[in-house]
Nanobody, 123 residues
Framework: QVQLVESGGGLVQAGGSLRLSCAAS????????MGWFRQAPGKEREFVAAISWSGGTTHYADSVKGRFTISRDNAKNTVYLQMNSLKPEDTAVYYC????????????????WGQGTQVTVSS
């Protein structure tokens, strides 16, 4: 298991940017692929982005493609989510998660989760 702690959420106006961070501790971070999910009030938790252990492969949900960028720094045991051109519909609690698969986009494939960080985008 790996322990995950998200940070960087907050309130931003539409069109603005935020960068989320997820710090990992525990077992070797570089052996995990990482993902970001989000959950808006009254909705299911949904996939946002994922990155392979090396950072060489990334996947994005269609709703964020071209606006969000996932990256990782294995030396710092941290994964990031750069969010640009934010929209009110991006408002949600954002979670990072770890998987032992090469890469994944389904909740069931991720075995470790952080506690989440709130992102609120005002119109």
């Amino acid at each position: 298991q790996v322990q995950l702690v998200e940070s960087g959420g907050g309130l931003v106006q539409a069109g603005g940017s935020l960068r989320l961070s997820c710090a990992a501790s525990g077992r070797t971070f570089s052996s995990y692929a990482m993902g970001w999910f989000r959950q808006a009030p009254g909705k299911e938790r949904e996939f946002v982005a994922a990155i392979s252990w090396s950072g060489g492969t990334t996947h994005y949900a269609d709703s964020v493609k071209g606006r969000f960028t996932i990256s990782r720094d294995n030396a710092k045991n941290t994964v990031y989510l750069q969010m640009n051109s934010l929209k009110p519909e991006d408002t949600a609690v954002y979670y990072c998660a770890a998987t032992t698969r090469f890469i994944a986009n389904m909740r069931i494939d991720f075995g470790s989760w952080g506690q989440g960080t709130q992102v609120t985008v005002s119109s």
